[in-house]
């Protein structure tokens, strides 16, 4: 068995025409020239035959050369759920909510910029406000009440940030680069014959892709960090952690798009690649669960404690804003579930043995194994625990002599013989529509969150930074604080700032 797993090894390499002799025979096993006492013995490998050894042949209806009409009708509801979603969500929210200002309303945006908080022009005013309410912001009333009424709209927070742009963007490159592979001629050949993920695409079929990804998620993180940090809170310890959480979140956003998912020549991961693999999750992870997570959980507490009927006006938050955002997020959930699910149902294989291949007929029965070798590794499939089922990545995809039509006329004559190619071998049948399928998942839950955020998180986390304290919370901050003598002092302060402004004259007596 050592003898047949050690020439297995070397099985996996590309060959042309008739399987040639491969050296000299060694003691670990190598086949090729044997030397014998009585004199040389050279013998040729040429029984070398096809092995049905690849997830395509072993398994029906796994492997596909193109998306059938159900599979495509999936692979489209999967990319254009959160995109309408994106879309539908914020201005529903907004239509079935009661709002006494609206985002346009000219009472609303009097005075200032939209959804920029306004220091009091007035200097006296602005102290007064400062020393009445310690670590408050004054300003104009630009947004409407409970929270935008209970709801995110996507034209104020959104656009502001400048998140509606990466979304766009992200929207727009996504679907013309996925379906147009998906509609190329041999789409097992392209990126989302290899990968389940977006980021293994870019980082070893389409390094366009890759930097795409640097450049939308680094922008991401960088416009977060600055709206989060420019946001006023109350000098409270919990408003400080939660606010750290959620810049570091958006900073933790980077890492994925530093450090993409790579593999090496065998189709593994290991080593370095293993660590920056790693930091890629880290980032995926991490920065979805701080980002949604924690202003959804907020917010849901906020809510919680704030739902009662006998509260009016701002004060209270009505239902449905606990209602679309759990919506929301559950969306967001489903997505992610589904993801994991899918991604379990098939692994990448990024090595690209086809298209080193330049022969038909090696190209037809790749892959070309002796008897004892395809015998071997067939037991590993099957739970054997010899060495080369350690490193064996079983093929999931098949090859194939195809015809190119890519080549003009003219390019067919002037172009030198080694740049023409009529045909080449290709991969040309792979699980398509698991791939296809997970890719479009991760998708959406990127989508899904960064407009969550842009949306709903960004707005909530401003509200609930300046939100005042309740009269328990307060009570217990005055009994274990300095507070008390500086709030009477500021108070003092302020009376004695009232006397001295101008006294209006008193109002003209009505005629009549």
């Not at 977060?224 to 956003?253: C, D, E, N």
Request: hydrophobic share 45%; net charge neutral.
């Amino acid at each position: 068995e050592g003898n047949l797993l050690g020439g297995a090894g070397g099985a996996r390499r590309q060959r042309r025409g008739p399987r040639p002799s491969r050296g000299a025979a060694t003691a670990s096993g190598r086949r090729g020239l044997r030397c014998v006492p009585c004199g040389a013995t050279m013998y040729a490998a040429t029984n070398a035959t096809h092995c049905a050894l690849s997830i395509c042949e072993l398994e029906d209806g796994v492997c596909s050369t193109h998306l059938s009409p159900h599979e495509w009708n999936s692979v489209i509801a999967i990319v254009l759920i959160p995109i309408l979603v994106v879309i539908l969500v914020p201005p529903i929210a907004r239509v079935t909510s009661s709002c006494r200002l609206g985002d346009e309303d000219v009472r609303a945006t009097t005075g200032a910029p939209r959804g920029m908080p306004v220091l009091a022009t007035d200097p006296v005013l602005a102290e007064r406000s400062e020393l009445e309410d310690p670590g408050a912001v004054s300003g104009v009333d630009i947004d409407p009440p409970m929270y935008l009424c209970g709801v995110g709209i996507l034209s104020l927070d959104c656009g502001l940030s400048g998140l509606l742009v990466i979304a766009f963007i992200m929207m727009a490159v996504f679907c013309v680069v996925f379906f147009e592979m998906l509609m190329s001629r041999n789409p097992c050949a392209t990126g989302v014959g290899r990968c389940r993920t977006i980021s293994c695409i870019a980082g070893n079929s389409l390094w366009e892709g890759y930097v795409f990804m640097f450049c939308s998620l680094s922008l991401t993180s960088v416009i977060l960090v600055q709206r989060i940090s420019s946001m006023f809170h109350r000098r409270r310890l919990q408003h400080t952690l939660l606010k750290t959480a959620l810049i570091t979140g958006a900073v933790m956003l980077s890492l994925t798009a530093i450090f993409p998912e790579k593999y090496d020549v065998n189709g593994r991961s290991d080593g370095a690649l293993s660590v920056l693999y790693t930091l890629h999750l880290t980032g995926v992870y991490g920065s979805g669960a701080l980002l949604l997570g924690v202003p959804y959980v907020w917010f849901i507490e906020h809510w919680w404690t704030h739902r009662s009927p006998d509260r009016h006006g701002a004060d209270r938050v009505p239902t449905s804003a606990a209602v679309f955002r759990t919506l929301y997020a559950s969306a967001v959930f489903s997505f992610v579930v589904a993801m994991l699910f899918i991604s379990e149902e098939v692994v990448d294989e990024t090595m690209d043995y086809c298209a080193t291949i330049t022969d038909e007929a090696e190209c037809a029965s790749w892959p070309s194994l002796t008897p004892p070798e395809c015998s071997a590794a067939l037991k590993c499939i099957g739970g054997g625990r010899a060495s080369l089922c350690n490193e064996m990545l079983q093929p999931n995809f098949q090859c194939r002599w195809v015809e190119t039509d890519s080549i003009t006329a003219w390019t067919k004559l002037i172009a030198p013989d080694k740049y023409v190619r009529n045909a080449a071998c290709v991969r040309y049948e792979c699980p398509l529509a698991r791939y296809a399928k997970a890719v479009a998942l991760e998708f959406a839950v990127l989508l899904l969150i960064i407009c969550y955020v842009a949306s709903f998180a960004l707005h909530d986390i401003k509200r609930l930074l300046a939100r005042r304290p309740s009269a328990k919370t307060m009570a217990v901050f005055e009994a274990t604080s300095m507070l008390p003598p500086l709030v009477a002092a500021a108070r003092a302060s302020s009376v004695q700032t009232d006397a001295l402004l101008p006294v209006p004259p008193p109002a003209a007596p009505a005629e009549g």
